[in-house]
C-alpha cells in the first residue's frame, strides 16, 4: 500500500496539471486564434512604388556610342553573359547581342526581344531582329528610385501559380519536404534535419516547417527563448488548421527575407529575384534558384556579392538536394554547379539615384497625387529621365568646377537641365556639384540673374515683325539713355566698355552688345517681353527696361522652358519628367503625353532666324569656342550670360536633338571672376563632348536667303566687295538693290555710282 502511493500522487499531480493546462491553455488558445486568424486574414503588405527611367528606343541612324550603351545597360541591371538570356548581354566590339526582359510601358505591355544591334560612327548602324518580332527594339528601362510606405521593404507580389515549379518544390524539399502533410510543427523534420546535417557536416536542411518560418517572419522576434518557441508553435498549429496550403505557401514566398541594401530589407523571392539577378522570378534557371533557396537559412551568411564562395557550396548543396529528391538529373545538377553565380555586381534596384531629377518628377506627380498616396502604393512611375545622358551631365558638372576653382574664392557650385529639343521630355538634371546630394536643388529652385539670356527673347519679338526688322537690318550700337519710371536716367553700357556704331542685328544678337539691345528693346517694348516670358515658361516679370538686359531671377529649369521654344522651332512645349503612372496590375492610370501642337508658322519662322543667329554666335561671337574641338561638327545654337561683377556664370545652347542650360556660381552670391563663356559654356562643352547628340540643321521653310551690301540695308551679288548673306523671312528682302557690277561700268565711264 506504501508502494502505491507515490505513483496515484504522481497520477494526482499529473491530472491537476492537464486541469490547470486544459483551463488556462483552451482560453489562451482560443484568444490566440482570433487574434491569430484577424492578423494572417487580413494580412495586406505596403508594395513600394517604383519609378523608372525611358526606355531606350534602339533603331538604326539614332546617335549613340557604346559607352553610352554601357551605361544604360548597366543602369537597367544587364548583366553580361550571351545575350541569350533575358536581361543579358554580349558585346564583340561596335556589335552588341542583347536580350530585353519585357516590361509595361505607359503604351501597354513589350514583349522580350533579341536584337544584335551594331554601332558605327556615334550612331546606330543597324539593329536586326533575332527573334523573329518587328522593327521595334527598346531596352527595359531602368529603375532609378523607390518611394516606400511605412516601413523601407522592397517587395513585389507573386501568386504561387506564377512561380517556377522548381522554386516552389525546391523550398519544400530543403526547408520542409513535409510541408504537405503536417499541422504546422513536423517533430518527425525536426529529427529527420537533424540526421542530414550531421551527415553533410553543413546546415544543409532547417528544422523549422515553412509554417514556423513564416510565424516568425510576420509575428514573432528571433529571441531564442522558450516562450518564442511555444507561441511560434501554437500560431503554426492555427493558421495551418484555418488557411489552406496553398494560401500559406504563397504568403512564405512573398514574406521570405532575402537580403539587405542599406535600409531596404529585401522580401519575397520576386523581390530578391530582381535585387540579385535583375530578372523576373519567372526566368531564373536552375542554379539561379538554388542560390536563392540556399540563402535563406542566412541571407548574410550566403551573401553572393560578399561571400561569394560561400555562397556557392551553399548553392551547390542546394542544387545536390534537388537531384537526391528527383527535381533535376545527375547531368542538370552537374551543369547548374558549374555555372558562375550570375549575380549582378549592383543591386537591381534603386532607392534614389537621381534626387535632383526625382525632385522634378514629384512636383509634377503632385498636381494630381498627394505625395501619400504615391508612397507604399504598388504604382508603376515611368520617367523621361536618361541613365546616360545624367551620367553625362554629372561628369561634366564634377570635372568642370574642379578645373575652375580658384584660391581666395567661395567653392563654386552649378546646376544643369538636359532636355529633348523635339519633344520637351527632361532627360538629366543636377543640382549640386555633388549629384547624391539631395538637400538644395539649384536646378529647380536657386533663382538668379539670368543677364544676356534673355537678349535672343528680345530679338525673337523684333523678328517676328519681318515687315520692320531682320537679321540683316541696321541697328546703333553707341551710346543710349532711357528715362525710366522714376525720372532717373538709365544708360547701360556694353560689356567691352565700347561701342559699336551702326551695325546688323545679326552682329548686335551674336556680340551679346547691351546698347544695341536696348535700342531694339524699347522699339519693341518691355510689356511685350514680360507677356513672352509669361506665355513661354510662366515667368512673372515687371516690364521695366532693364529686362530687356535680363533683370529677372531665374531657376536653370524656367531657362530651359524658355529655350525650349526656339530649340523646337517655335513650339510652346511644358517640360515633362513623367511620361505616366500605372497601377499594381499594370494598367495606366495617367498619361503626361505634353503638347503636340505644330508651331504658327510665324512663330516658327522668327524662331529659325534667332537661331541662325545663335549659331552665328557659337561661330564667330560670344560662344566661338564651341566651334573649335569635340562640339564643332554639332553646329550648336548658344547664348552666354554674365550677371553684375561675374556672381553668375550662364549657358543655354541646342543641337539638333538637345537642349541644355547650365549655370556657374557660388551660393554665398559673391564674384566667381567667371564669364559666361568661362564658366558655364564649359559645362555644356564638357556635357556634350560625349553625350551623343546630332548636328543642328534648322528648316528653311518660310526662309529666303541672299546677299546684302556691306553697310547698306540692300541686296547685292554675291561677288560683291563685303557682300555678306542672310536669311528673311519669304518675300519680306530688302526692296532696294544695289549691284557692284553696275556701279563698276559706270564709274568706267566716270557717271558715278548708282541704284537699283
Not at 102 to 113: E, I, K, L, Q, T
Not at 270 to 296: D, K, T
Not at 735 to 754: I, P, W
Request: charged share 20%; glycine share 10%; aromatic share 8%.
Amino acid at each position: 500500500m506504501a508502494m502505491r502511493r507515490p505513483w496515484r500522487l504522481g497520477l494526482w499531480a499529473g491530472g491537476f496539471l492537464l486541469a490547470v493546462a486544459l483551463g488556462f491553455g483552451v482560453p489562451v488558445m482560443l484568444v490566440l486564434d482570433r487574434e491569430v486568424r484577424a492578423e494572417f486574414a487580413a494580412l495586406d503588405w505596403q508594395i513600394p512604388t517604383r519609378v523608372f527611367a525611358r526606355p531606350l528606343v534602339l533603331a538604326a541612324g539614332e546617335p549613340l556610342s557604346a559607352e553610352a550603351l554601357l551605361q544604360e545597360l548597366e543602369a537597367a541591371a544587364f548583366a553580361e553573359g550571351d545575350g541569350v538570356v533575358p536581361g543579358t548581354y554580349r558585346r564583340e566590339g561596335g556589335r552588341f547581342l542583347i536580350a530585353t526582359r519585357g516590361f509595361r510601358d505607359v503604351d501597354g505591355p513589350v514583349d522580350p526581344a533579341r536584337a544584335e544591334v551594331l554601332l558605327a560612327g556615334g550612331r546606330v548602324a543597324s539593329v536586326k531582329r533575332l527573334d523573329g518580332g518587328g522593327p521595334g527594339f527598346m531596352l527595359d528601362p531602368a529603375r532609378i528610385a523607390t518611394l516606400y510606405g511605412a516601413k523601407q521593404e522592397e517587395r513585389e507580389l507573386i501568386r504561387l501559380e506564377d512561380a517556377p515549379v522548381l522554386l516552389v518544390a525546391g523550398l519544400q524539399a530543403v526547408e520542409d519536404r513535409n510541408f504537405k502533410h503536417h499541422i504546422g510543427i513536423d517533430p518527425w523534420g525536426v529529427l529527420r534535419a537533424m540526421l542530414v546535417n550531421v551527415r553533410e557536416g553543413e546546415l544543409e536542411q532547417g528544422g523549422s516547417t515553412l509554417t514556423q518560418q513564416l510565424v516568425r517572419s510576420l509575428f514573432l522576434s528571433n529571441a531564442k527563448t522558450a516562450s518564442r518557441k511555444a507561441k511560434e508553435a501554437a500560431y503554426a498549429l492555427i493558421i495551418e488548421a484555418r488557411f489552406d496550403k496553398r494560401r500559406i505557401l504563397e504568403t512564405y514566398l512573398n514574406q521570405v527575407y532575402l537580403g539587405q541594401q542599406g535600409g531596404q530589407a529585401i522580401h519575397g523571392v520576386a523581390a530578391a529575384s530582381r535585387f540579385w539577378f535583375g530578372r523576373e522570378v519567372s526566368r531564373l534557371r536552375p542554379h539561379e534558384i538554388a542560390l536563392l533557396i540556399g540563402m535563406i537559412q542566412g541571407p548574410s551568411l550566403y551573401d553572393p556579392r560578399r561571400f561569394p564562395e560561400r555562397a556557392k557550396a551553399r548553392r551547390d548543396l542546394v542544387l545536390g538536394v534537388f537531384a537526391e529528391t528527383g527535381l533535376l538529373t545527375p547531368a542538370e545538377r552537374d551543369a547548374a554547379r558549374a555555372q558562375p553565380l550570375g549575380v549582378l555586381a549592383r543591386p537591381g534596384l534603386a532607392r534614389n539615384r537621381y534626387p535632383a531629377f526625382l525632385e522634378l518628377a514629384r512636383r509634377q506627380l503632385a498636381r494630381d497625387y498627394p505625395a501619400d498616396a504615391l508612397t507604399g502604393a504598388g504604382l508603376v512611375v515611368h520617367t523621361t529621365l536618361a541613365p546616360s545622358a545624367q551620367r553625362q551631365a554629372e561628369r561634366a558638372v564634377t570635372t568642370t568646377l574642379a578645373g575652375l576653382e580658384r584660391p581666395g574664392r567661395p567653392p563654386l557650385q552649378a546646376a544643369l537641365v538636359l532636355t529633348d529639343a523635339r519633344n520637351g521630355d527632361v532627360l538629366a538634371i543636377v543640382g549640386d556639384r555633388d549629384p547624391s546630394q539631395p538637400a538644395f536643388n539649384r536646378a529647380l529652385d536657386a533663382r538668379r540673374p539670368v543677364g544676356s539670356l534673355l537678349k535672343p527673347m528680345v530679338y525673337l519679338l523684333a523678328l517676328a515683325q519681318p515687315g520692320r526688322w531682320s537679321l540683316a537690318s541696321p541697328v546703333d550700337d553707341g551710346p543710349v539713355q532711357v528715362r525710366l519710371a522714376d525720372g532717373k536716367l538709365w544708360a547701360p553700357q556694353n560689356a567691352d566698355g565700347q561701342s559699336h556704331g551702326v551695325l546688323p542685328l545679326m552682329d548686335a544678337l551674336s556680340f551679346s552688345y547691351n546698347q544695341a539691345t536696348v535700342r531694339l528693346g524699347m522699339d519693341v517694348g518691355p510689356g511685350r517681353l514680360a507677356a513672352l516670358l509669361r506665355a513661354l515658361a510662366e515667368v512673372r516679370a515687371e516690364p521695366n527696361p532693364s529686362l530687356i538686359l535680363g533683370s529677372v531671377d531665374l531657376p536653370p529649369l524656367a531657362v530651359a522652358q524658355l529655350y525650349q521654344f526656339l530649340a523646337s522651332g517655335g513650339r510652346i512645349q511644358p517640360l515633362r519628367a513623367v511620361r505616366g503612372v500605372l497601377d499594381p496590375e499594370g494598367r495606366p492610370l495617367a498619361r503626361y503625353d505634353g503638347r503636340k501642337d505644330a508651331a504658327q508658322p510665324g512663330d516658327a519662322i522668327a524662331a529659325r532666324l534667332v537661331t541662325l543667329a545663335l549659331q552665328d554666335a557659337a561661330k564667330r561671337g560670344t560662344a566661338r569656342a564651341l566651334a573649335s574641338g569635340p562640339t564643332a561638327g554639332l553646329a550648336a545654337a548658344g547664348k552666354t550670360g554674365t550677371s553684375n561683377d561675374g556672381r553668375d556664370s550662364w549657358f543655354a545652347g541646342y543641337t539638333g536633338r538637345h537642349l541644355a542650360v547650365a549655370w556657374v556660381g557660388n551660393d554665398q552670391n559673391e564674384a566667381t571672376g567667371l564669364y559666361g563663356a568661362t564658366g558655364a559654356m564649359r559645362v555644356w562643352s564638357s556635357l556634350f563632348s560625349g553625350l551623343p547628340s546630332q548636328p543642328l540643321v534648322p528648316g528653311e521653310e518660310g526662309i529666303e536667303w541672299t546677299y546684302v551690301a556691306q553697310g547698306e540695308f540692300a541686296t547685292t551679288e554675291a561677288e560683291c566687295p563685303g557682300a555678306r548673306r542672310y536669311p528673311f523671312v519669304a518675300g519680306y528682302l530688302p526692296a532696294e538693290h544695289l549691284s557692284c557690277t553696275r556701279r563698276s561700268l559706270l564709274d568706267f565711264f566716270g557717271f558715278g555710282s548708282t541704284r537699283e
